[in-house]
């Protein structure tokens, strides 16, 4: 365990009040009995390319899981299993290397699989639940449990799964022709460097799409595209990304939210609800 400063997908920092990365379930116990004694909140964190640190100094306790068990990655028959700490970009790497299909939609997202499935995340009319099966994780007293998919609640770009701390994800795969799933991930990331504004620090999509209304759209249509607050801006390529151009800091996303949120309000009645969470 050491100190350590976190680094958000906008590249803000926070110094946590207490950092252990840890590699196993016994450590992970520990340290999680070490936080609680110590009176501390704590938080899990994947890549941390959702949420936003909005304050650099903080009473966090933040536990990254790490090497051993958290980057296991295993395939028995047609059943992967994943560590949590596995990233989606090495994810790839091993479906690519044992031809298994159905993750190719995740090519070119910034995550840790822990993450992506907390977060149900997706793309391309493609969500990770889809192919789950079951997670092992860690209920609020410690325990180990299996949750089998039928007993999560997912949704779009969320699942109940915050209130556990998932260990590892088993997901049903196919195999496929190697060559295929190159080109689909290809595919998949060209669409993506077309769409999305892969140049600037972001979290990607800022606001969650709703029923009848994609956010992007309704902020461009705002005359919004392009605003800029401080060096944090409305990308121009794709107005549901706020980015960090420079050397912003996250009052100035805050701020661009709170325009997009009141202006969006004002012309449909819509409140938009941020996808990207917010750390105090
Ligand atoms: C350029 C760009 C493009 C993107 N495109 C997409 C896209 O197409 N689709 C999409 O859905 N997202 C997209 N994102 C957002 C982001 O990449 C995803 O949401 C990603 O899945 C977040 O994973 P993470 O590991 O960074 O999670 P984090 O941001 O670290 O964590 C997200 C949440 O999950 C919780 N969490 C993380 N790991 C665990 C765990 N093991 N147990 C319990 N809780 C945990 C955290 O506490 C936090 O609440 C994009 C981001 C960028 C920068």
């Known amino acids: 365990m050491s100190d350590n400063v976190l680094s958000d997908g906008y590249g803000y920092s926070l110094k946590p009040a207490f950092f252990a990365?840890?590699?196993?379930?016994?450590?992970?116990?520990?340290?999680l009995d070490k936080t609680k004694n110590l009176g501390?909140?704590?938080?899990v964190f994947g890549s941390l390319h959702n949420v936003i640190l909005?304050?650099?100094k903080s009473d966090l306790a933040v536990?990254?899981?790490q090497g051993g068990i958290f980057s296991r990655i295993n395939i028995q028959k047609d059943i992967l299993e994943v560590g949590s700490g596995v990233t989606v970009r090495e994810l790839l790497k091993f479906c690519i290397k044992n031809s298994l299909s159905g993750f190719e939609f995740l090519a070119g997202m910034p995550s840790t699989v822990g993450g992506a499935v907390v977060g149900n995340a997706?793309?391309?009319?493609?969500e990770i639940s889809g192919h789950l099966i079951r997670v092992d994780c860690l209920d609020k007293e410690s325990n180990l449990l299996t949750l089998d998919k039928s007993s999560i609640v997912f949704k779009y770009r969320g699942s109940d799964l915050k209130n556990f701390i998932v260990i590892r994800s088993y997901f049903i795969v196919k195999r496929g022709d190697k060559n295929r799933i190159k080109k689909n991930m290809r595919e998949c990331f060209i669409k993506r460097i077309l769409s999305q504004d892969m140049l600037h620090s972001s979290c990607g999509c800022f606001f969650k799409n709703g029923t009848g209304y994609?956010?992007?759209?309704l902020i461009d249509s705002s005359g919004l595209k392009g605003r800029t607050r401080g060096s944090a801006?409305?990308?121009?390529?794709?107005a549901n990304f706020l980015v960090n151009?420079?050397?912003?800091?996250?009052?100035?996303?805050?701020?661009l939210k709170d325009i997009i949120q009141r202006k969006i309000w004002r012309q449909h009645r819509i409140w938009l609800d941020p996808e990207v969470e917010i750390v105090w």
């Not at 997706?122 to 493609?126: A, C, L, V, Y």
């Not at 994609?214 to 759209?217: F, L």
């Not at 801006?233 to 794709?238: G, Q, V």
Request: glycine share 8%; with cysteine.
């Open 21 to 31: 990365s840890v590699s196993g379930l016994s450590e992970l116990k520990k340290a």
């Open 63 to 65: 536990l990254k899981l």
């Open 40 to 43: 501390f909140r704590y938080r």
């Open 122 to 126: 997706g793309s391309f009319g493609k």
């Open 214 to 217: 994609k956010a992007g759209a």
């Open 54 to 56: 909005a304050d650099s």
């Open 245 to 255: 151009s420079d050397n912003s800091c996250a009052d100035d996303i805050l701020s």
């Open 233 to 238: 801006a409305i990308s121009d390529k794709h």
